[in-house]
């Protein structure tokens, strides 16, 4: 049987297809008479968005369902608050069986093509010697290179998608050109563009890419992409003898104030024009995106403004 799609799903539609699990709660039911019963309420998805879904009969379920299983599901779309499927079979699906591309979305941009542009960058802007070395360093280091190329940038938010990482990267990249040539007495060139291939490197160990839907590691979780990226790239320095400290300390200045704020998540605040330029081309790379698969998610033809977004904390006026 073919698949069906969440954003094909009505109220009413019959459904017998795969679905990943992205939530899932064990709830007991209210009315007095079910005392002590309890019922599932998932939260299901592909890569054309989520639907609430729940399993009334417990007895049904066998063994626990976790995030990240794919499950074959058979049931109806009801009306609760919104879409809800009402499920009355599931089984659950091996992963050797498991179509990636049904769940596990890719950047629209190719990806060799993508790092082929950040290595043509790294040749024509990167003049200091130094960090050309230490691009070099990691840019030969192929397992590295590998989990660079297909890391997510975020679970949610932004650039959530095989290879996002590289995409967001070679737009924030791009946007340091820019603002090098807007300040090139204030800016250095080479330090600003080697950081921001660097600023998000801890990610590649934050997010777990073979996961559907991008769940974050243990350490990702505990540690954060900053002290990991970090860690990663105090390792890269090990490969090249005699790293200026001057710059090495502006460098990992740069990679722990990206985030801006310490309320963010930044150990520190910017405290240098290139640290401050840094941050602001990551922020303008991550939210543009976020505007950008908003509008590009919304589908309701009847109105001018997308649904409300709760991390940009507003609706988008999309009128044509």
């Not at 976790?66 to 659950?92: A, C, H, N, T, W």
């Not at 950040?118 to 003049?127: G, Q």
């Not at 540690?223 to 400290?245: M, N, Q």
Request: aromatic share 10%; proline share 3%.
């Amino acid at each position: 049987m073919s698949k069906q799609f969440v954003k094909d799903l009505k109220i009413g539609s019959h459904v017998q297809t795969q679905f990943v699990v992205v939530d899932v709660k064990e709830l007991s039911f209210s009315a007095p008479s079910k005392s002590g019963e309890h019922f599932l309420k998932m939260l299901l998805g592909d890569i054309s968005g989520t639907i609430k879904a729940i399993i009334w009969d417990r007895s049904m379920v066998s063994e626990p369902i976790r995030l990240d299983d794919v499950l074959y599901v058979s049931g109806e779309v009801g009306d609760y608050y919104g879409p809800q499927l009402v499920i009355d079979f599931y089984s659950k699906v091996e992963k050797d069986k498991i179509n990636r591309n049904y769940f596990q979305p890719t950047s629209p941009r190719d990806i060799e093509e993508m790092w082929s542009s950040l290595l043509k960058i790294i040749s024509e802007t990167v003049a200091d010697e130094s960090l050309k070395s230490l691009l070099e360093s990691f840019c030969n280091d192929s397992e590295l290179v590998e989990k660079y190329k297909l890391s997510p940038a975020a679970k949610v938010i932004h650039h959530n998608y095989l290879g996002g990482l590289l995409d967001h990267t070679l737009e924030v990249v791009q946007i340091c050109e820019h603002l090098a040539g807007l300040y090139p007495l204030q800016l250095d060139k080479s330090l600003l563009i080697t950081a921001a291939i660097f600023h998000d490197l801890g990610k590649i160990e934050e997010y777990n890419a073979d996961s559907f839907t991008f769940e974050q590691t243990d350490k990702g979780r505990l540690l954060g992409h900053i002290t990991i990226g970090l860690e990663i790239i105090r390792k890269i320095f090990e490969k090249v003898p005699a790293f200026p400290d001057d710059l090495r300390m502006k460098l990992e200045h740069m990679i722990i104030s990206h985030h801006g704020e310490k309320s963010w998540g930044s150990p520190e605040i910017p405290q240098t024009f290139n640290a401050f330029a840094l941050f602001h081309a990551d922020m303008l790379s991550a939210r543009l995106k976020q505007f950008s698969q908003i509008i590009g998610n919304h589908n309701n033809s009847l109105s001018n403004w997308t649904d409300y977004d709760r991390f940009l904390d507003r609706r988008i006026y999309n009128g044509k």
